[in-house]
């Protein structure tokens, strides 16, 4: 049994799996980083390197240090490249089944002692581990967005995870230089349980007509002191996840106070899923954000 990880794949190029690659090879780890399709691969990469160099600017990490990380990610098409990896971490969609189906088909290519663990924001490791031949071996290990930026690591454990393995992934969230937050096993775990519940009942406050998206923020940042409005939090997050989130939550407890807002339903619905769509609360399409209600 693997009691120290060398070695990391990571599966799915997007926000989250090219930011967890940067961390890891930032902090030594040979990374392989998979993704199904070439553009996001492409993509992915080219954020690492543009993240990595405004690390450079801001003078957090030297230029030998940025170009030791590069040369420690490997970009990858192919999950037969996952075969020598210590610790494989999925970090696709927020979508119970496509993740079931990524587990199926890295399982047969992995080491028979290779750990398994999902980045998932809310759905349950016990069900995700028992998609899985090696439930023992699985955990949950949520980073919190922009990976780089965020100090918090939630590690959750399912019903069968093991000492050696929760003990294994503390030590590398650690290496990391991450704070862990140990979570139990429940619907959108301790982050998103607390956060998503106020961005719903944002947009119902918008839904209703209490206020608009400008004073919803303002109110938010100025009366309560956030860095940001739930509005424009929401829109970072991706209103799909958002809404997947929420969904966990509703169908997971069974308590009317999780039922996601029809606005939220609707938004994603015409596709403005925020930031990444350059619509959602606010349209991103001209030089400064503007509230679209």
């Not at 490791?125 to 949950?140: H, K, P, W």
């Not at 992934?169 to 979570?183: E, H, M, N, Q």
């Not at 339903?265 to 350059?278: M, N, Q």
Request: net charge negative; proline share 4%; glycine share 8%.
């Amino acid at each position: 049994m693997i009691s120290e990880i060398k070695k990391v794949g990571i599966i799915g190029a997007g926000q989250m799996g090219n930011g967890i690659a940067h961390v890891c090879a930032l902090s030594g780890y040979d990374v392989v980083l998979n993704d199904l399709d070439k553009n996001n691969l492409d993509k992915g990469m080219a954020t690492i390197q543009g993240n990595l160099a405004r690390q450079v600017s801001k003078g957090a990490i030297s230029d030998s240090e940025k170009n030791k990380a590069l040369d420690l990610i490997k970009p990858s098409l192919a999950l037969d490249d996952m075969g020598g990896v210590d610790l494989v971490i999925e970090a696709a969609t927020e979508h119970e089944e496509t993740k079931r189906k990524i587990f199926q088909a890295v399982i047969p290519v992995l080491h028979p002692d290779a750990m398994i663990a999902s980045n998932t924001s809310s759905i349950s490791i016990t069900r995700l581990a028992a998609a899985t031949d090696r439930a023992e071996q699985f955990i949950g290990i949520h980073f919190m967005n922009p990976v780089p930026v965020m100090k918090l690591i939630e590690l959750v454990r399912g019903i069968a995870t093991d000492e050696n393995t929760f003990v294994t992934s503390k030590k590398f969230a650690d290496s990391l230089g991450k704070t862990v937050a140990v979570s139990e096993d429940f619907p959108a775990f301790m982050v998103n349980r607390i956060l998503l519940p106020m961005i719903n009942e944002a947009i119902y406050t918008l839904y209703e007509g209490v206020g608009n998206v400008e004073s919803i923020d303002t109110a938010m940042r100025l009366g309560a002191n956030h860095p940001m409005g739930p509005l424009q939090l929401a829109d970072f997050i991706g209103l799909d996840t958002c809404l997947s989130i929420m969904q966990v939550l509703y169908e997971g407890l069974a308590d009317s106070k999780y039922r996601p807002c029809p606005l939220l339903v609707k938004y994603v619905e015409a596709g403005w899923l925020g930031r990444k769509a350059k619509r959602g609360f606010y349209d991103y399409r001209g030089e400064e954000p503007v509230p679209t209600r």
